[in-house]
């Protein structure tokens, strides 16, 4: 079975510092990997994902991950922290055609200060 | 761009009451999504469907849960009879078959059974 293991539900950056959210995933086949974003009130916006090509992929708003199949990771970093980019987390896993339900995992809540 | 259009934005109930909610998925997406997401379990896969036919209904309480596709551009979910702890934000999301592909939510019903 699929799984996603998101490390620490709440982090908090200075405006302007480094964003690093932890994504660890489990799967018996190799799997696609998703970033979701969700602000208030809202539903979840695709911020990227992983489909098999290329192991660095990038997002929007500046965001990016790397696969590493070794690691079975799936981090997200964005350079330099906005106070726009205060809002939810979720990492997900899929299958394949055939089992391409997301599997999400607990959420980040990402907390910027000014 | 292109939506997933959910109603009711917002719903209050008295238990025992009936609940429909509604979704409208991009046109052509041919998978549908319905996933609940409450503090406690976070988001869970309820059922999905594809070419409106349903493939996982594994995640839904089959005692009062039911979702059904009618055409190609409404799906449906509905609870009865509810009970307060159905309270939750219920999201639908369409995309193309294919994990791949990624998918698109709609912003969700807020469901409050009292």
């Known amino acids: 079975a699929q799984s996603v293991t998101q490390l620490g539900s709440h982090v908090s950056v200075s405006e302007g510092a480094l964003v690093l959210l932890r994504c660890n995933y489990s799967?018996?086949?190799?799997?696609?990997l998703f970033w979701y974003v969700q602000y208030p009130n809202q539903g979840l916006q695709l911020l990227l994902k992983?489909?098999?090509?290329?192991?660095l992929v990038k997002g929007i708003n500046g965001f990016e991950a790397e696969f590493k199949k070794s690691e079975t990771s799936f981090h997200l970093t964005k350079p330099s922290a906005h106070m726009s980019d205060a809002a939810e987390y979720f990492c997900a896993v899929s299958e394949d055609f055939g089992n391409e339900k997301l599997t999400f995992g607990t959420g980040t809540r990402l907390t910027i200060i000014p | 761009d292109a939506r997933v259009t959910q109603t009711p934005r917002d719903k209050v109930t008295e238990m025992g009451q009936e609940v429909t909610m509604r979704c409208q998925p991009i046109?052509?997406?041919?998978?549908v999504f319905w996933y609940r997401q409450t503090m406690m379990q976070g988001l869970e896969l309820l059922a999905y469907?594809?070419?409106?036919?349903?493939?996982?209904d594994s995640g839904m309480p089959k005692d009062r849960f039911s979702a059904e596709m009618p055409d190609a551009t409404l799906a449906t979910l509905k609870i009865q009879p509810s009970e307060p702890r159905d309270s939750a934000v219920y999201f639908c999301?369409?995309?193309?078959?294919?994990?791949?592909?990624?998918?698109?939510f709609g912003s969700g019903t807020r469901l409050t059974v009292v």
């Open positions: 046109l052509g997406h041919n998978t």
């Open positions: 992983y489909t098999s090509a290329a192991t």
């Open positions: 799967s018996s086949v190799p799997p696609y």
């Open positions: 999301a369409s995309g193309f078959g294919g994990a791949n592909y990624g998918y698109t």
């Open positions: 469907f594809r070419n409106r036919a349903p493939l996982d």
